[in-house]
C-alpha cells in the first residue's frame, strides 16, 4: 500500500525565504510527526500531532518555524526566513496512534543558499 | 537525550548473523524497545519491537534481557542490503510522549 509520502524531495531556496514542506501520512493514521536531519547527523525531533490534541511543538528550534495538519491529515511544515543552518533533510512520519510504529517517508532535502 | 547506548560501528560478514546490541539501564516499565534502521538516503524503516518478551517477525528477531537493560535485535542471514544505521530507541506506548528519541545508532556494514 501506499506509504508516507513527501513533496518536493528537494528544495533549494535563498536564505531570507520562505519554504513549505509537504506531508502525505498513510490513510487512517492519526499520528504524525516532523523531523530533521542534518549531514552526518542524527533525527532530531521537531513537533507531534495526535489526532485532535494540541500539537507537541517543543522541538521546534524556533519561531521561524511552525507546522499545521488540516484535516487530521495533510501536514505542511513552514520555515519562514531561512537560514543556511536550515539546511537538512526534514523527514515525516505517521503512526495508527501513539503505541504503534512510527512509518516514515523519505525526507524532503532542503538546501539554503 | 537518548536513553540509550549503542556501538558505533560493527561489520559482519554476508550470510552471517549480525548481532547489534543495545543498552537501556535507566528503561521504565511502560517503555518499549524500538527497533530501526536508516539505509542511506532513505527514511528510517521500522524493524521491530518488544516489551519483556523476545519478538521475531519475518525482518528480525529481537531478545530483551530478563532485567530489561538490555537487548539484542538480530538479523539471522545478513545480506549486503542490510547495510545501515540501526537505531535502538526507548519509548512510552502511551500519552503525549509517542515521538522517538534516535541516538547515534550502529552503522552497519555487511561484507562480501
Known amino acids: 500500500g501506499a506509504g508516507v509520502s513527501q513533496s518536493p524531495s528537494n528544495k533549494v531556496t535563498e536564505k531570507g525565504k520562505d519554504v513549505e514542506l509537504r506531508c502525505d501520512p498513510i490513510s487512517g493514521h492519526t499520528a504524525l510527526y516532523w523531523y530533521r536531519q542534518s549531514l552526518g547527523q542524527g533525527l532530531e525531533f521537531l513537533i507531534y500531532?495526535?489526532?485532535?490534541?494540541?500539537?507537541?511543538k517543543s522541538g521546534l528550534p524556533s519561531d521561524r518555524f511552525s507546522a499545521e495538519r488540516t484535516g487530521g491529515s495533510v501536514s505542511t511544515l513552514t520555515i519562514q526566513r531561512t537560514q543556511q543552518e536550515d539546511s537538512a533533510v526534514y523527514l515525516c512520519?505517521?503512526?495508527?496512534?501513539?503505541?504503534?510504529?512510527?512509518?516514515f517517508g523519505n525526507g524532503t532535502r532542503l538546501t539554503v543558499t | 537525550d537518548a536513553k540509550t547506548t549503542q556501538p558505533p560501528s560493527m561489520d559482519c560478514a554476508e550470510g552471517r548473523a549480525a548481532n547489534l546490541p543495545c543498552n537501556h539501564s535507566?528503561?521504565?516499565?511502560?517503555?518499549?524497545v524500538y527497533w530501526y534502521r536508516q539505509i542511506h538516503s532513505q527514511g528510517p524503516q521500522y524493524i521491530i519491537h518488544g516489551l519483556k518478551n523476545n519478538e521475531t517477525n519475518e525482518m528480525a528477531s529481537l531478545i530483551i534481557t530478563e532485567d530489561r537493560k538490555s537487548s539484542t535485535l538480530i538479523l539471522p542471514h545478513a545480506t549486503l542490503r542490510d547495510t545501515a544505521v540501526y537505531y535502538c530507541?526507548?519509548?512510552?506506548?502511551?500519552?503525549?510522549?509517542?515521538?522517538?528519541?534516535f541516538g547515534k545508532g550502529t552503522k552497519l556494514s555487511v561484507k562480501p
Open positions: 500531532f495526535q489526532g485532535n490534541s494540541a500539537p507537541d
Open positions: 512520519a505517521s503512526s495508527l496512534g501513539p503505541a504503534s510504529p512510527l512509518h
Open positions: 535507566t528503561i521504565s516499565g511502560n517503555e518499549y
Open positions: 530507541i526507548v519509548r512510552v506506548a502511551w500519552g503525549s510522549q509517542g515521538n522517538l528519541i
